[in-house]
């Protein structure tokens, strides 16, 4: 039944020797047993699924009082190659596991410091809202997941230049963006929640949100060199670049602000446009308008802290289904593949 009994009096061994087996052999195992009288008993646990055990004898050499174990076995081959190469699939699933695993996400708020971002007709200031939110998400996220590792781009009111962010992103080797913004237009009765993926704006009014965003880097000392060469066909070069996580940015965009998540009066659904902040971050990437600081009653809203928990609550959703379902398709494609 594949195990090997030997009993010895008057003996005693060290268990730390004994538990030193070669891990691809026939012994699987030698456990120990002290009998009260004196002497020991050995158990030897065999591997009986890949070998055909034939006989276990126990041979003494006198000339120096060593006992040698004899195991005579036939090998199954067929079982040796199959658990040889289930033991290779786990080392690439394990290996890939930690490569692909959703273990750190970057939160950005927008705006900051020196730019206030949007201001609505009472004062609310867009910087001062988002940065409650992403700090609201980043709770969330601690509380149910400890093992993922937060990174903000800003903690608090600091500018931070647009390309920077990404590259915070890239540098803490984030597995997913998202930044958080506040809407404006001169149609005050414009509402609602958008969420955009890097992409050429396909609508007027994505380019004009883009345009409006894209504006900061105007804050920037430097910004002429610092954003040299970034014209509409490098956002094309950028968004074919980023091809390989398009899918996984707009599955992403889709679970944010759901229609029946969303704290606004609607959602106006997922876009693309050429957000600078989108350009640099090498992971699946979203930007959320959580709703329009032009509109006097959203910006109420958007003030009031309960909604802006709300707001972070059902942006930490949308991150909560796109990790399930990232993981088991990722899962799914590695087993495949093997």
Known sequence: EGYAYFSFEKASCDPRS?????????????TPKKFEAGGVQLTISLDNRGYAIRSVELNRDENNSRYVIYIRYDANVGEIHRREKQRQIEK????????????????????????????????????????????????????QWPEVKVVYTRNDDTFIPLNERGRIANRNSGKLFVSVHCN??????????????????????????????????RQESDYQEQYKGFSEEYLIMSSMAQSAFVKQSTLLAQNILRPDERQMTNSRGVRQAGFMVLWTPSMPSALVEVGYLSNPREEELLGNREVQQRLARAIFKGIQVYRRNYETSTMAAMEQRL
């Open 184 to 217: 404006s237009s001169p149609n005050s009765t414009a509402h609602g929640s958008e969420v955009y993926i890097l992409g050429p704006h396909k609508t007027k009014a994505s380019l004009e949100v883009a345009m409006m965003e894209n504006a900061v880097i």
């Open 92 to 143: 690439v699933i394990s290996r890939d596991i930690e490569k692909w695993k959703l273990d750190t996400i970057v939160l950005d708020a927008g705006h900051g410091g020196k730019d206030p971002g949007a201001i609505g007709f009472s004062g609310t200031r867009e910087k001062d809202v988002v940065i409650n939110i992403v700090h609201d998400i980043g709770s969330f996220i601690r509380q």
């Open 18 to 30: 004994l538990s030193k087996i070669y891990s691809g052999g026939i012994v699987k195992s030698i």
